[in-house]
């Protein structure tokens, strides 16, 4: 019954993310609804459309330009271009990411538990998985913010560690702690998904997004980070979140406490099986160790504590926006 689930989750979320990223790439590379040829299928057309805009940019501006301050502004226009694409992209990738490597890594995981074997190559397909999915957190993190003016930049070294590892050991304990639902009930691990994914959703919808122009892309669009938001946290429309984010990982303490509590009352045959310690413990020191790296980057490292910003101040996960408009278009942490 899982695994039919899954690949049914599986094959809905692709088939959202497809219509969504197509219906977004149009709206980027032709705002005015002028669709040609194959582009609007394919995100080379994106990139086309990004060389011959550039081309275009360049002998418009160098026409005008008769200084070298003329020389730097198109440069700097140019390198926003590049970093909102790079953001746009990646927000792409983010989506795909949730869509559909989780729903197949918690697939494979319980197929693996289920029946008790597990290769060194497994191993580490599955611990890749788990790099590949919180690196792509990081990754959309750190082209947003190079996208934004007004913003800085995640710094490499032990802020961009902390941030990994934060993301990394809460998605790993949540992942885990899902997995192990699953084994233990498949009705209380629907039931437990779909009520989350209601929740998230609401609160998404609360929010009032304007990220699509039509309201049917922006329903679409709120379902997606409704799915996005049952795995990791992350900030809807750039605005203070600490109240938020603290009933969030809070409710997560409670949910994964709740969960391994009905392994050993429904299934306590489960508690006899190998993988459990692993899980179990997996489950509780991944949360533990995502928490304090989390406490680590907010206190410590987040930009807004070692950088002064060009406009205004970012507190907690809080943003000022650039642009009326361009803030509005994603979602951060």
Request: proline share 2%; aromatic share 14%; charged share 15%.
């Amino acid at each position: 019954m899982i695994v039919k689930m899954i690949n049914l989750t599986c094959c809905l979320g692709s088939g959202m993310f497809i219509s969504f990223k197509l219906e977004f790439l149009q709206g980027r590379l032709f705002p005015m609804g002028e669709v040609t040829g194959d582009h609007r299928h394919t995100q080379m057309g994106y990139w086309l459309a990004l060389k011959y805009g550039y081309q275009a940019a360049m002998f418009q501006h160098s026409r005008a330009a008769g200084s070298d301050g003329n020389v730097k502004d198109i440069q700097r226009s140019q390198q926003k271009v590049a970093n909102d694409a790079v953001a746009d992209l990646s927000m792409l990738r983010l989506f795909d990411t949730f869509l559909e490597n989780i729903p197949q890594l918690i697939l494979q995981l319980y197929i693996l538990m289920e029946h008790g074997k597990m290769s060194l190559v497994q191993y580490a397909s599955v611990v890749t998985s788990f790099f590949s999915i919180s690196w792509s957190t990081v990754d959309y993190q750190m082209s947003l913010r190079n996208s934004l003016s007004d913003k800085q930049a995640i710094h490499l070294g032990c802020p961009m560690f902390t941030y990994l590892s934060y993301k990394l050991f809460t998605l790993t304990s949540w992942i885990m702690s899902v997995v192990l639902l699953g084994l233990g009930n498949a009705y209380c691990f629907l039931f437990l998904l779909i009520l989350l994914w209601i929740l998230s959703t609401s609160w998404t919808w609360k929010q009032n997004t304007e990220f699509c122009n039509s309201k049917g892309m922006e329903y679409l669009f709120r379902v997606l980070v409704g799915v996005i938001l049952v795995f990791t946290f992350f900030n809807i429309k750039g605005q203070r979140t600490k109240i938020p984010m603290l009933v969030y990982y809070f409710s997560r303490v409670l949910v994964t406490v709740v969960i391994l509590c009905l392994c050993w009352y429904l299934k306590p045959s489960i508690t006899q099986q190998d993988y459990f310690p692993l899980v179990s413990i997996s489950a509780v020191l991944g949360l533990g160790l995502g928490l304090i790296f989390l406490i680590i980057y907010y206190g410590i490292f987040h930009p807004s504590i070692y950088c002064t910003e060009k406009r205004g101040a970012d507190t907690t996960d809080g943003q000022t926006r650039e642009k009326p408009n361009r803030m509005r278009n994603f979602i951060m942490s």
